[in-house]
């Protein structure tokens, strides 16, 4: 399935989706599904991408709201202080 496909096109209404690749353009993708995506599009990441590989691109996104971050934090049992300080704290 491409990712144009699982996600409606407003969650990526400023890239071409039919360009994004589940893999090179992964923790694009995941930062974009959790910040502004609902539950069914995290199922969807979820389904594509092993937990690992979502939690390794939440401790490395510098792009995550206030709100993603504590969800992130609970939902994935990352500590706080393993993740970059949200962007509304900069």
């Known amino acids: 399935m491409k990712v144009s496909e699982a996600f409606h096109k407003s969650l990526f209404w400023d890239v071409d989706p039919q ?4 893999e090179r353009n992964r923790r ?3 930062e974009r599904v959790l910040v502004r995506g609902g539950m069914r599009d995290v199922q969807q990441i979820l389904k ?3 937990t690992s590989q979502i939690v390794m691109s939440i401790k490395e996104s510098r792009d995550l709201d206030v709100v993603t971050h504590n969800f992130c934090s ?3 049992q990352i500590p706080k202080s393993e993740m970059h300080a949200p962007s509304q704290y900069y």
Not at 19 to 22: R, T, V
């Open 19 to 22: 360009k994004l690749d589940w």
């Open 28 to 30: 694009f993708i995941i």
């Open 48 to 50: 594509q991408y092993t």
């Open 74 to 76: 609970n939902y994935f």
